[in-house]
């Protein structure tokens, strides 16, 4: 039924403004008001590939308690380094303490290295080595 539907994801956030600068700025992303719709917080980011994701206000907003976002990068260390400079935090969870580096990183057995941050809005994105 679906199968040739151009279908789209979205999450929600209580502050676009925070999110569009985050997006924008800290992350280095296209993101733009949804044509029609300006000035009522809907966003748009732009990813490869085409494939919008929107971004939309929720005045009870609360964030997503998984990964919402994940940024496959070629070099973990160098996207780790470069957001921390742009004052991003990563989040640190107890069970990877093991095998979680001081910057962040999750260096497992299973799956890539990967790290996890949030935006303004808490919803947690990743960064993991392709």
Do not use: C
Not at 2 to 15: H, I, L, M
Not at 38 to 66: C, M, R, W
Not at 95 to 111: L, P
């Amino acid at each position: 039924m679906f199968g040739d539907t151009p279908a789209f994801s979205g999450f929600s956030v209580d502050d676009p403004a925070a999110a569009q600068e985050f997006y924008a700025t800290t992350l280095g992303m296209q993101v733009t008001e949804v044509e029609g719709m300006e000035g009522q917080g809907l966003l748009e980011l732009h990813v490869s590939g085409g494939h919008n994701i929107l971004i939309y206000p929720k005045p009870d907003h609360t964030p997503a308690s998984f990964t919402i976002l994940n940024f496959p990068v070629p070099d973990i260390e160098a996207a780790v380094g470069e957001l921390t400079a742009r004052g991003v935090r990563f989040l640190r969870y107890p069970q990877f303490d093991n095998v979680m580096d001081d910057k962040g990183i999750v260096r497992g057995d299973e799956g890539p290295p990967i790290a996890w941050f949030a935006d303004p809005a808490g919803n947690v994105l990743s960064v993991l080595e392709e």
